[in-house]
């Protein structure tokens, strides 16, 4: 799995792209919080349009959704959208939506397209 980071005006967009791996989300999250533009309660876009996530199994849904609970409240995220175009990558993004729960601190939305999750990022 592979992912990059670009820091737009008002928000990050990482795109992510290969076989997806568990464990590499946290190293995501970690390249997002070092990020010489981070300030908590920053927002981010996550887009899996190039993911290929066939391979994870449940137990790797719950994993990602425990590393995201423990960084994203550590460091004050105020919004993440979820891009997820493919009827996999979305009905797992459900799962992992539902894994993480409500947090106050984060509001967390999934969306088909690029294009929405920036609208709903920046507003």
């Given at each position: ?31 997002i ?43 004050g ?47």
């Open positions: 799995m592979e992912f990059e980071i670009d820091f737009r005006a008002n928000y990050f967009l990482v795109t992510t792209s290969g076989v997806a791996k568990a464990e590499r989300f946290g190293e995501l999250l970690n390249g919080f070092k990020h010489e533009n981070w300030k908590p309660g920053g927002s981010f876009i996550t887009d899996h349009s190039d993911l290929d996530v066939s391979l994870l199994t449940l137990d790797d849904v719950k994993q990602i959704a425990l590393v995201a609970r423990e960084r994203r409240s550590k460091f995220v105020a919004k993440h959208a979820v891009v997820a175009p493919r009827d996999l990558t979305f009905g797992l993004s459900r799962m992992w939506s539902a894994y993480v729960g409500d947090e106050t601190e984060v509001v967390s939305a999934i969306f088909r397209s690029l294009e929405e999750a920036v609208e709903w990022v920046s507003v």
